[in-house]
């Protein structure tokens, strides 16, 4: 009959109980060990690792430049995301079309504006940028 047995934090799996004792079949690279004098092969258990490369969302901004200087007070934000994802520039929300593309129009002061860009996936997964625009007008 299949038993489950954990020895020294591994899992053994798909085990027969014989007289008493333990016999594992190696599925992957099993080691011997003696278990109350019976002989018992243990298999250790894989853990599946996650590819955080491969999830992570990406968020660019192709206009303004950081550090640009523009002479309005307000400015289109443009950039490439998931598709679908929702983006927040400061207190705009939008999202991205099925390219991953997005614009929303921003007001500015007159000045340094902090602008902060953040993507999230439906995953809950999220992106963020932030940089800096300057508004020159001549009021």
Same mark, same amino acid.
């Given at each position: 009959?299949?038993?489950?047995?954990?020895?020294?934090? #591994?899992? #053994?799996?798909?085990?027969?109980?014989?007289?008493?004792?333990?016999?594992?079949?190696?599925?992957?690279?099993?080691? &011997?060990?003696?278990?109350?004098?019976?002989?018992?092969?243990?298999?250790?258990?894989?853990?599946? !690792?996650?590819?955080?490369?491969?999830?992570? #969302? !990406?968020?660019? *901004?192709? &206009?303004?430049?950081?550090?640009?200087? *523009? /002479?309005?007070? +307000?400015?289109?934000?443009?950039?490439?995301?998931?598709?679908?994802?929702? *983006?927040?520039? +400061?207190?705009?929300? !939008? /999202?991205?079309?099925?390219?991953? +593309?997005?614009?929303?129009?921003?007001?500015?002061?007159?000045?340094? +504006?902090?602008?902060?860009?953040?993507? !999230?996936?439906?995953?809950?997964?999220?992106? /963020? #940028?932030?940089?800096?625009?300057? &508004?020159?007008?001549?009021?």
């Amino acid at each position: 009959m299949g038993r489950t047995l954990a020895i020294g934090g #591994l899992l #053994l799996i798909a085990g027969m109980f014989l007289g008493g004792g333990w016999m594992v079949k190696d599925k992957i690279n099993s080691k &011997s060990e003696t278990l109350n004098s019976k002989q018992v092969e243990l298999t250790p258990t894989v853990e599946p !690792t996650l590819d955080l490369a491969a999830q992570k #969302l !990406t968020l660019s *901004v192709s &206009s303004p430049a950081d550090g640009a200087v *523009v /002479k309005a007070v +307000n400015v289109t934000v443009k950039g490439k995301t998931a598709p679908k994802a929702e *983006v927040s520039i +400061n207190d705009v929300d !939008t /999202k991205a079309d099925l390219g991953g +593309n997005f614009s929303a129009v921003i007001k500015l002061d007159e000045g340094e +504006n902090y602008v902060v860009i953040v993507a !999230t996936d439906d995953n809950g997964d999220f992106a /963020k #940028l932030e940089m800096m625009v300057n &508004s020159e007008t001549f009021e």
